[in-house]
């Protein structure tokens, strides 16, 4: 009777410690979130006021002017060492920082979402495109600005951007979601709506100084125009003092329609002086003189001979032609009258 009385007590005894391991257990395996809560200090206005360590020394950024004017200096001068316009490099970081106030700045000083890709130093993690991506974390955002522009001057894909002038801040914020630094499509815009509320253009003719060129006369100099939203073939003919018909017989065009990024020649050098007229009439065929002609997609040798004046059998003689048949590409010499 005692053996089964002791029995029973051990197996009750046995049964309360497993219940109280499972609880335990249970307990521990609570997962435990990685994110972190950001602490904004409220100003008297009732606006958000963040800390930023700038150069060794905390800055208090409530706006977006705060955040450009703290910032100007560092981005000047990483445009005067690598030449990647200030306006733009701003305008990236109040886009990608949200003025200072998003979670990668405040607390990594990391202004420019860059991820960690081969980063060996501090990181953070942070929801992105993916649940707790890896992303770079610096001690000071100096350092953010200029991974910033390491990060552009050393990978390839961006090499297309230093080949714009430092004044085509427009250009910039095309080229660089052309390789693909953003996936939004409206990134560029966005850009250069920032650039032009605050005036950021500015900061690059502050760095330029004597050599710096305005829009306007940087596009009356260009040989080529980059189609912006809004753009007519009638609007861009306007801007370089010519007829409709020579851009597009300077671009091979039939038609008037036109895409936002197109790239147009804009060179009528081979236009009579008489025709740059922003009212003028159509050079006359006598007013083209040329050397060589190549040869383009639904052109015939006939249709080449009245552009150039000349009949069909000087053409054939002059390019040791049996038959009218041309190719495209094939360069033609012409004879001028």
């Not at 150069?55 to 990483?78: H, L």
């Not at 990391?110 to 649940?131: M, V």
Request: charged letters at 30%; proline letters at 1%; one cysteine or more.
């Amino acid at each position: 009777m005692k053996k089964i009385v002791m029995l029973c007590f051990l197996a009750g005894f046995i049964s309360s410690c497993g219940s109280k391991k499972v609880a335990v257990t249970k307990k521990t395996a609570k997962k435990q979130s990685t994110e972190h809560v950001v602490i904004r200090k409220e100003t008297r206005n009732g606006t958000d006021q963040v800390e930023e360590m700038v150069n060794g020394v905390e800055v208090k950024i409530s706006s977006t002017d705060d955040y450009i004017a703290a910032f100007k200096p560092i981005a000047q001068e990483e445009m005067r060492l690598y030449g990647i316009p200030a306006s733009i490099t701003i305008a990236q970081g109040i886009l990608e920082s949200n003025s200072g106030k998003g979670r990668l700045s405040v607390e990594a000083n990391n202004h420019f979402g860059i991820k960690c890709h081969e980063w060996t130093g501090d990181r953070i993690y942070h929801d992105d495109d993916a649940s707790q991506e890896c992303f770079r974390k610096y001690n000071d955002s100096k350092y953010s600005y200029r991974d910033h522009s390491l990060f552009l001057t050393q990978r390839s894909r961006y090499a297309g951007l230093f080949k714009l002038r430092k004044e085509d801040y427009k250009g910039w914020a095309r080229e660089l979601k052309r390789a693909g630094y953003a996936t939004d499509r409206k990134y560029p815009d966005k850009l250069i709506g920032l650039i032009e509320r605050y005036g950021l253009h500015k900061f690059d003719e502050e760095v330029l100084g004597n050599t710096y060129v305005k829009a306007e006369e940087s596009m009356s100099n260009s040989s080529t125009y980059i189609v912006e939203k809004g753009d007519s073939m009638y609007s861009v003919s306007k801007k370089y003092s010519m007829t409709i018909k020579e851009l597009q017989d300077l671009n091979n065009l039939t038609s008037s329609s036109l895409s936002v990024g197109q790239i147009l020649n804009t060179n009528s050098s081979t236009i009579d002086s008489v025709a740059q007229a922003s009212n003028s009439k159509l050079p006359t065929k006598t007013t083209i003189s040329k050397k060589s002609h190549f040869v383009e997609k639904g052109e015939t040798l006939y249709s080449i001979s009245k552009k150039y004046d000349v009949t069909v059998s000087d053409l054939q003689k002059l390019n040791g032609l049996n038959d009218t048949g041309i190719s495209i590409g094939q360069e033609l010499k012409i004879k001028n009258r």
